[in-house]
C-alpha cells in the first residue's frame, strides 16, 4: 500500500510531505510491516498566509469568515503540496492521510474536550484522486481521550520487540512546538504525553523580537550567548500544567506569549537571557515529567523533530539525563530521519486505518481503541483493503528522496 502523507506542525513551519511504500506479510491477521519512505520533502507556508495560522493559533480575534477562508486555503495548499510530491515521481497513492494544521487544542479541567485542525480534504480528494484520511484525533477525544500525542502507536510497533529483547523501557522524545514522551515497556505497553513547550515559547519570542525576520533560535546560538534568569525559570516552572500528571496534552493555546509575558511583565529580560531561560525550561520540564512517570527510567531516550537541530537544547537534555543514567541518542542513528518520523507516523495510522485495526492513544484511552479519522473521497472509485486484527511491529528501511544535505537510513530494531 502507498500512502501519502501530509501535516504542519505547532510552529506551522510548512507543509511536510511524504510519500510512503507500507508492506505487509500476506495472509497473515497480525502481520508484521515494513515502512519504506520514498519522498520527503517541507514546503514552505506563503508568509502572509502563515501570519493568518498563527494569528488564529495564537488565539487572536478571528470571525468565522477568517476561519472558513482558512480552512480553504489551507486545504488548497495541502492539495498543491500534495499533487507537486505526486507528479515529481509519477505515482499515483492508494490513501492520503491529512493531518491538518491545528490551531486549537480546547482541554478544560485537566481533560480535551475538543480539537480543531483546518485543511478541507475535498480539495486534497480532488487533486490526488485519492481518498483522503483526515480529522485524525475526533473520535479519540470523544471516546474519553486527549487526542495527543499520537507517537505511542508507532513507537509501541517500532520498538516494542527491542524493549522485550533489552529488558528496559525505550522511550522517544518529539521536539516540535510542543514536546512529547512515549515511553514502551518490557512488556510492551506505552504510555505517551505531552510534556509542555519544545520550542513554540522560542520560536514566538523570537519571531516577535526580531519582526518576523527570524522565526526560531537557529541551532541554539541564542541561548547559548544568553544568561538564565533562575527566578524566571522557578516562575515559569510553577505553570499548572507542569504539575498535571500524565495523560495530559496541550498547544499554542496554553504556551504562547501571553503566557511568557505574564511571566516577564513589563520589563523582560534581553532577548538571548529569555532564550536561555525558555530553554532551560523545555529541558528540565521534559526531564521532571520522565522521572515522574516512569519507576523504571528507560535506557535511553531516541529524540527527533525540529528541536533536534537546536544544539543548546540538546546538550542541556543530555546533561539532565546523564545523572540518571539515560542515554539520548538521535533518531537519525537508529533508523529514522529526525524530521520524518511524524510522516511515517500517519502513514501508519493510514494503514491501521484503512484495514480496520483501531488504536488506542496510550495512556489516554484505556480500553477504547477506536479506528482513526474520517475519509473524504475523491473522483475515483475506491476498493476497501481486507480487514485485519492488528499489527505485530514494524520495519523502517530504505531512503527517501529529500532535499540536498538530507539523508534517510533505515533499521528494523534499533540497537
Not at 512546538?177 to 510492551?188: E, F, H, K, Q
Not at 541561548?223 to 496534552?249: M, N, V
Request: some cysteine; glycine content about 10%; overall charge negative.
Amino acid at each position: 500500500m502507498r500512502v501519502l502523507a501530509l501535516q504542519s506542525g505547532t510552529s506551522a513551519d510548512g507543509i511536510d510531505v511524504a510519500i510512503v511504500d507500507v508492506q505487509a506479510e500476506a495472509n497473515v491477521p497480525e502481520p508484521w510491516l515494513t515502512l519504506r519512505c520514498v519522498l520527503a520533502r517541507t514546503v514552505p507556508w506563503p508568509p502572509a498566509l502563515r501570519e493568518r495560522i498563527l494569528a488564529a493559533a495564537l488565539n487572536s480575534p478571528v470571525t468565522a469568515e477568517e476561519i472558513g477562508q482558512l480552512d480553504t486555503l489551507l486545504g488548497q495548499e495541502f492539495a498543491a503540496a500534495a499533487r507537486s510530491a505526486l507528479d515529481s515521481l509519477g505515482v499515483t497513492v492508494d490513501l492520503v492521510v491529512s493531518h491538518g494544521q491545528t490551531v486549537h487544542h480546547w482541554v478544560s479541567d485537566g481533560r480535551a474536550r475538543g480539537t480543531l485542525q483546518l485543511g478541507e480534504a475535498s480539495w486534497i480528494a480532488e487533486a490526488t484522486r485519492a481518498p483522503v484520511l483526515c480529522n485524525l484525533r475526533a473520535a479519540d477525544i470523544a471516546a474519553g481521550g486527549d487526542g495527543a500525542p499520537f507517537m505511542g502507536v508507532f513507537d509501541a510497533a517500532w520498538l516494542g520487540e527491542c524493549a522485550a529483547a533489552s529488558g528496559r523501557p525505550q522511550a522517544t522524545l518529539n521536539l516540535g512546538g510542543i514536546a512529547n514522551l512515549s515511553v514502551v515497556g518490557p512488556d510492551g505497553s506505552v504510555r505517551a504525553w505531552d510534556t509542555g513547550p519544545a520550542n513554540t515559547l522560542v520560536d514566538a519570542v523570537v519571531f516577535r523580537a526580531t519582526d518576523g525576520a527570524t522565526a526560531f533560535d537557529d541551532g541554539g546560538q541564542l541561548a547559548a550567548a544568553g544568561t538564565i534568569d533562575a527566578g524566571l525559570l522557578r516562575e515559569f516552572l510553577g505553570h499548572a500544567f507542569f504539575e498535571r500528571p500524565a495523560p495530559k496534552s496541550t498547544g499554542r493555546e496554553t504556551f504562547g506569549l501571553a503566557m511568557v509575558d505574564a511571566v516577564t511583565g513589563s520589563t523582560p529580560p534581553l532577548l538571548a537571557d529569555l532564550v536561555a531561560t525558555l530553554t532551560r525550561l523545555t529541558a528540565e520540564t521534559i526531564v521532571a515529567s520522565l522521572r515522574a512517570e516512569c519507576p523504571v527510567l528507560p535506557e535511553r531516550v531516541i529524540v527527533s523533530g525540529g528541536g533536534v537541530h537546536n544544539a543548546t537544547l540538546l546538550a542541556l537534555l543530555r546533561s539532565l539525563l546523564q545523572a540518571d543514567a539515560v542515554t539520548l541518542v538521535a533518531s537519525d542513528t537508529v533508523g529514522i530521519e529526525a524530521g520524518v518520523k511524524e510522516s511515517l507516523l500517519f502513514a501508519l495510522l493510514g494503514f491501521l486505518t484503512w484495514h480496520g485495526v483501531p488504536c488506542t492513544l496510550p495512556g489516554t484511552t484505556p480500553g477504547q481503541a477506536r479506528l482513526a479519522g474520517q475519509l473524504v473521497f475523491g473522483p475515483d472509485p475506491v476498493v476497501f483493503a481486507p480487514r485485519l486484527t492488528g499489527i505485530r511491529g514494524l520495519t523502517v528501511v530504505g531512503s527517501a528522496i529529500v532535499p540536498a544535505g538530507s539523508s534517510l537510513a533505515g533499521a528494523r530494531v534499533p540497537s
